[in-house]
């Protein structure tokens, strides 16, 4: 393993390290008057994905989060964090309720992916996730996303349209996880580090492709072990860009969003590069 793979799998290691905090540890440091809202009105309520009502530097905002457990019992409970559809449902319908009341939204992502079985495929997952990635898009609200630990594949962006988003310094986010794609790539799901630093998952990579808008340091060790200092960063990144977005006008805030969005993924050939093919 050379020294980009140890750099990236050290990265994955200390978002997965069982010691990390959670959402709902996040939620209670940095909105301590939450009060939680359940069910999706059509099917039932997911412990997976928790919602709900809060304030932050003296403003009214909703909360939602994916939480993976910290226990061996809470992570059941949780289904280890991946969402079923009635969890983005539930999801779009705090973030309609948060649109009709003018508070703006702070989602935590923390997912390996959403659940992939049966029951959450009859009920319609890929449509769940679907459907608010296309509401998400138009909701009148500010919205700040923070990647805790895992963001991954669709189980994540189906709360991740956000006109702002943060990432922890050591967490990752990623179209499918290091393990599947070693799978694919390589056949072989034990080349997980290799397949890694091929992907371009960090914090650092996102940032530097405009994805993400701010790293949230971290300590030396990993968030766990000095958890006070990066819970203050993040109260004041926080604080800065609800500031910012509160300045703009709903139809402003949804044209810089769309603008956001369309430019992933845009590229131009360089001079060099149209001439090389002559």
Same mark, same amino acid.
């Given at each position: 393993?050379?020294?980009?793979?140890?750099?990236?799998?050290?990265?994955?290691?200390?978002?997965?390290?069982?010691?990390?905090?959670?959402?709902?540890?996040?939620?209670?440091?940095?909105?301590?008057?939450?009060?939680?809202?359940?069910?999706?009105?059509?099917?039932?309520?997911?412990?997976?994905?928790?919602?709900?009502?809060?304030?932050?530097?003296?403003?009214?905002?909703?909360?939602?989060?994916?939480?993976?457990?910290?226990?061996?019992?809470?992570?059941?409970?949780?289904?280890?964090?991946?969402?079923?559809?009635?969890?983005?449902?539930?999801?779009?319908?705090?973030?309609?309720?948060?649109?009709?009341?003018?508070?703006?939204?702070?989602?935590?992502?923390?997912?390996?992916?959403?659940?992939?079985?049966?029951?959450?495929?009859?009920?319609?997952?890929?449509?769940?996730?679907?459907?608010?990635?296309?509401?998400?898009?138009?909701?009148?609200?500010?919205?700040?996303?923070?990647?805790? #630990?895992?963001?991954?594949?669709?189980?994540?962006?189906?709360?991740?349209?956000?006109?702002?988003?943060?990432?922890?310094?050591?967490?990752?986010?990623?179209?499918?996880?290091?393990?599947?794609?070693?799978?694919?790539?390589?056949?072989? #799901?034990?080349?997980?580090?290799?397949?890694?630093?091929?992907?371009?998952?960090?914090?650092?990579?996102?940032? #530097?492709?405009?994805?993400?808008?701010?790293?949230?340091?971290?300590?030396?060790?990993?968030?766990?072990?000095?958890?006070?200092?990066?819970?203050?960063?993040?109260?004041?990144?926080?604080?800065?860009?609800?500031?910012?977005?509160?300045?703009?006008?709903?139809?402003?805030?949804?044209?810089?969003?769309?603008?956001?969005?369309?430019?992933?993924?845009?590229?131009?050939?360089?001079?060099?590069?149209?001439?090389?093919?002559?």
């Amino acid at each position: 393993m050379n020294n980009i793979e140890e750099k990236v799998w050290e990265k994955v290691r200390l978002a997965r390290h069982p010691k990390r905090p959670t959402a709902s540890f996040l939620i209670k440091q940095l909105f301590p008057d939450f009060i939680e809202l359940h069910g999706d009105r059509q099917f039932g309520d997911d412990t997976s994905l928790i919602g709900g009502l809060a304030t932050f530097m003296g403003q009214s905002i909703t909360v939602i989060a994916q939480e993976k457990g910290s226990t061996t019992d809470e992570k059941i409970a949780r289904n280890f964090g991946m969402p079923h559809p009635e969890g983005y449902r539930k999801a779009l319908r705090l973030m309609k309720q948060a649109e009709k009341f003018h508070r703006p939204i702070v989602f935590i992502i923390d997912t390996p992916g959403a659940y992939p079985g049966i029951g959450a495929e009859e009920r319609g997952q890929a449509q769940a996730i679907a459907f608010n990635l296309f509401e998400m898009i138009a909701i009148k609200t500010p919205m700040i996303g923070i990647v805790l #630990s895992e963001g991954g594949s669709g189980g994540a962006l189906a709360i991740g349209v956000t006109d702002t988003l943060l990432m922890l310094e050591n967490s990752v986010y990623s179209i499918i996880s290091p393990e599947g794609f070693a799978s694919i790539l390589f056949k072989d #799901s034990t080349k997980a580090k290799a397949a890694a630093a091929l992907m371009k998952l960090t914090a650092d990579d996102l940032l #530097s492709f405009g994805i993400i808008d701010a790293i949230v340091p971290e300590a030396k060790g990993g968030f766990h072990e000095d958890i006070q200092f990066s819970l203050s960063q993040l109260r004041i990144l926080l604080q800065k860009y609800l500031k910012q977005l509160f300045k703009l006008t709903p139809e402003n805030l949804l044209k810089i969003r769309e603008k956001k969005f369309r430019a992933f993924g845009v590229f131009e050939e360089s001079n060099a590069e149209k001439n090389h093919g002559k």
